[in-house]
């Protein structure tokens, strides 16, 4: 599986959109990239993952770039909620049966 | 509510004394696993299972046990505690393995003394 980097840590205000970048440089054709974020020791929770196209959901937007080396998670509305770990993943469909979770950015939202 | 749940949330324990912790999950999910999480080294998969009665060792296993004899069900088994098992720990489910979403649960402390 491809390896990830991002910043340790960002800062955003409350109500403007947070911009968490993620770098992949050497991720292969058939691997995805995935967005979960941790809420201060709680468990992790998945918030969207995508192969080539942008996607979006209810919790926010993922940008990958053309040449899929590197990708971008968008929170549209930032609310100080939104304050956690976020980490990016980047997994293939026949990879091993865990997910390996670097050190993420820490995000966190400022009133 | 879709949910995986854990017990207990907090364990105080000393060393040796055989503890277990439950996970159950009510999505009729396949795929389970434990982690634990320490500072400075992210979170580390113990035991995955893929179905019932179908388990694997992750990438730390020693010192931990587990069982699938339900579908829904995935305890994990310290048979003999000691202080470096001190940790945060979670278990998931998903439909599938580990690409698909995975839902965690609230995580159980356990301090062993």
């Known amino acids: 599986d491809a390896k990830t980097t991002q910043p340790p840590s960002m800062d955003c205000a409350e109500g403007r959109a947070a911009n968490l970048p993620c770098n992949h440089s050497?991720?292969?054709?058939?691997?995805?990239v995935y967005w979960y974020r941790q809420i201060h020791s709680q468990g992790p929770q998945y918030i969207i993952h995508?192969?080539?196209n942008n996607e979006t959901n209810e919790m926010a937007s993922l940008i990958i770039t053309e040449d899929r080396k590197s990708s971008t998670l968008i929170l549209p509305h930032a609310t100080l909620r939104d304050t956690a770990v976020y980490y990016c993943?980047?997994?293939?469909?026949?990879?091993?049966?865990?997910?390996?979770f670097g050190q993420g950015t820490r995000l966190t939202i400022n009133p | 509510e879709a949910q995986v749940t854990q017990n207990p949330r907090y364990l105080i324990t000393v060393t040796g004394k055989k503890l277990t912790v439950t996970c159950s999950q009510n999505m009729n999910h396949e795929y389970m696993s434990w982690y634990r999480q320490d500072p400075g080294l992210g979170l580390r998969q113990i035991y995955y299972s893929m179905n019932v009665e179908v388990t694997d060792k992750g990438d730390v296993p020693e010192g931990y046990k587990v069982s699938r004899k339900e579908k829904r069900n995935f305890p994990l088994i310290l048979e003999s505690p000691s202080p470096n098992q001190t940790s945060l720990y979670f278990c998931?489910?998903?439909?599938?393995?580990?690409?698909?979403?995975?839902?965690f649960g609230p995580g159980t402390r356990l301090t062993v003394t």
């Open positions: 993943i980047v997994r293939s469909f026949q990879g091993a049966q865990k997910l390996v």
């Open positions: 050497t991720i292969s054709g058939n691997e995805y």
């Open positions: 998931a489910s998903s439909l599938g393995p580990a690409n698909y979403e995975q839902y």
């Open positions: 995508g192969l080539k």
